[in-house]
């Protein structure tokens, strides 16, 4: 199993749980972003500069991507992209995108994008918390008991 990390707006916490996770279980993380990315040195943790441009990140998170990888993702349609290739994608908030739930999100997404273009302060997510942190390391362990490395 490969972990993969949409790294351009994937939150520090979040990162620093996977580096622990990759040393700890001896899994592979590739951070994928557009700029350039500092990581600890391993053998287990990879950073992947891309070019800039929308959505190259997540094209290349896609291309790589194989069935039961995880993909680490808020951006929704990278995670629907994802499941599509048959592996699993998690938000840094502890949410996993699945097959059954993919669709309200792209819905819920593209009226949130409708209500925006039309001028409606739709006011952002909100601020990252010790809970989302939790509530994503969990999952995370579950996943991996389930489907990984334990």
């Not at 097959?99 to 006011?123: A, P």
């Amino acid at each position: 199993m490969q972990i993969w990390v949409d790294a351009d707006a994937c939150p520090g916490v979040i990162k620093d749980i996977l580096f622990r996770l990759a040393e700890r279980l001896e899994i592979n993380v590739t951070l994928v972003a557009n700029k350039l990315l500092r990581t600890p040195p391993s053998r287990y943790i990879k950073a992947l500069q891309v070019p800039s441009g929308f959505d190259v990140a997540d094209q290349e998170i896609v291309r790589l991507a194989q069935t039961g990888d995880l993909v680490i993702t808020a951006d929704i349609p990278l995670a629907a992209d994802a499941l599509e290739k048959g592996a699993y994608a998690l938000n840094p908030r502890g949410e996993f995108y699945t097959k059954e739930n993919i669709r309200e999100f792209l819905s819920m997404r593209s009226f949130m994008d409708d209500l925006r273009s039309g001028g409606v302060d739709t006011g952002g997510p909100a601020p990252f918390s010790q809970a989302d942190r939790q509530m994503f390391a969990n999952q995370l362990d579950r996943h991996l008991t389930r489907y990984g490395k334990q």
